[in-house]
Nanobody, 127 residues
Framework: QVQPVEFGGGLVQAGGSLRLSCRGFGFAFGRNAMGWFRQAPGKEREGVSCASIGENITYYADYVKGRFTVSGDSAKNILYLHMSSLKPEDTAVYYC????????????????????WGQGTHVTVSS
């Protein structure tokens, strides 16, 4: 059974950095579509980044571009999200996901179909 679990969330001051990791996919990344999403209190879940790790393809939403980087350890099947220059508006529950198809629209990213969601990890950025 595939049940991804995120690690690395916590409290950080504005301008700081965090690295989230996600493991438990149970399959090689290959050309699978992988993604990071977030949901802030009172808001809808939104895409942060989507990627095909095996093809070295990554996309980012405008609101994190230049600050966040997604990567993967294919040998260990761990997906990472490196977050820097964090802002209070980045406060949210962050989810990793795997599925089919990279979705890219002006300013927004995601997956066409999400097959597996992680359980989420809280990131709080204080001002």
């Amino acid at each position: 059974q595939v049940q991804p679990v995120e690690f690395g969330g916590g409290l950080v001051q504005a301008g700081g950095s965090l690295r989230l990791s996600c493991r438990g996919f149970g399959f090689a990344f290959g050309r699978n579509a992988m993604g990071w999403f977030r949901q802030a209190p009172g808001k809808e879940r939104e895409g942060v980044s989507c990627a095909s790790i095996g093809e070295n393809i990554t996309y980012y939403a405008d609101y994190v571009k230049g600050r966040f980087t997604v990567s993967g350890d294919s040998a260990k099947n761990i997906l990472y999200l490196h977050m820097s220059s964090l802002k209070p508006e980045d406060t949210a529950v962050y989810y990793c996901a795997a599925g089919y198809g990279l979705f890219v629209a002006p300013g927004h990213v995601g997956l066409n179909v999400v097959k597996h969601w992680g359980q989420g990890t809280h990131v709080t950025v204080s001002s």
